[in-house]
């Protein structure tokens, strides 16, 4: 992709937005129609707020869950804390 066609792109994509917002905020039936879409838009934020929320708990959850999980692993092995099995003589 060029710069000219970049730069077309972002053009339209720009008036488009402009557009859709211009209507939203300055025409009669935007205002209108955006005033009912709010309230939804407010459920969904809060929906997603809570999501993060169950998305961080989980996360931490896993977390704990792997570290208890290496340890019963590393207690099972003491081979591997303890390489010799015997002392030797310092003598």
Known sequence: M?????AIVA??????????AG??????HGRALRRQIE?????????????????????????EGR???NEAMDSGSESSRYPTARQTSPF
Request: aromatic share 14%; no cysteine; net charge neutral.
């Open 39 to 63: 309230p939804a838009l407010d459920d969904f934020a809060r929906e997603l707020d809570r999501f993060g929320v169950t998305i961080r708990r989980a996360a931490v959850a896993a977390d």
């Open 11 to 20: 053009t339209i994509a720009g008036a488009v937005i402009g557009g859709v």
């Open 2 to 6: 060029t710069d000219k066609s970049r």
């Open 23 to 28: 209507y939203f905020f300055f025409s009669e």
């Open 67 to 69: 570290k208890l999980w």
